[in-house]
């Protein structure tokens, strides 16, 4: 593997990992059980295996940022997962805050290109 391919490769895990909390956070206005929100998330191009998922939900839930409820009717038992009050406040504020991120980053990156403040390039 070249250089350049291995620097790529460890910062966008880093990205990943980093974004991974708030695509999580927005898929549990509605309860999810652990492999469908995996499979939910890999299907919207954010691919997460479970064995970083499962831990990701646990700590979230200690933060009191999810609610968990086991639904012992199906032959399988299955823990599903919803933001909590405090938890659908925090992904509202990490949203805004993400939006403001990725506006500011597009206004480097534009200004970095040739763009000018409005990010129109010239």
């Known amino acids: 593997m070249s250089d350049i391919k291995q620097h790529l490769d460890k910062l966008t895990q880093e990205l990943r990992r980093g974004?991974?909390?708030?695509?999580?956070?927005?898929?549990?206005?509605?309860?999810?059980?652990?492999y469908s929100l995996v499979t939910k998330l890999n299907g919207e191009g954010i691919h997460v295996e479970p064995g970083t998922l499962y831990p990701l939900l646990r700590r979230l839930e200690k933060q009191g940022l999810l609610e968990s409820t086991w639904n012992t009717d199906e032959a399988r038992p299955r823990k599903y997962y919803m933001l909590s009050?405090?938890?659908?406040?925090?992904?509202?504020?990490?949203?805004?805050?993400w939006e403001e991120m990725v506006d500011s980053l597009n206004h480097l990156i534009g200004l970095e290109k040739g763009g000018d403040s409005d990010g129109n390039h010239r």
């Open 19 to 34: 974004t991974l909390t708030i695509g999580v956070l927005s898929q549990l206005s509605k309860p999810q059980y652990g």
């Open 85 to 97: 009050k405090r938890g659908a406040e925090v992904f509202e504020l990490l949203w805004q805050e």
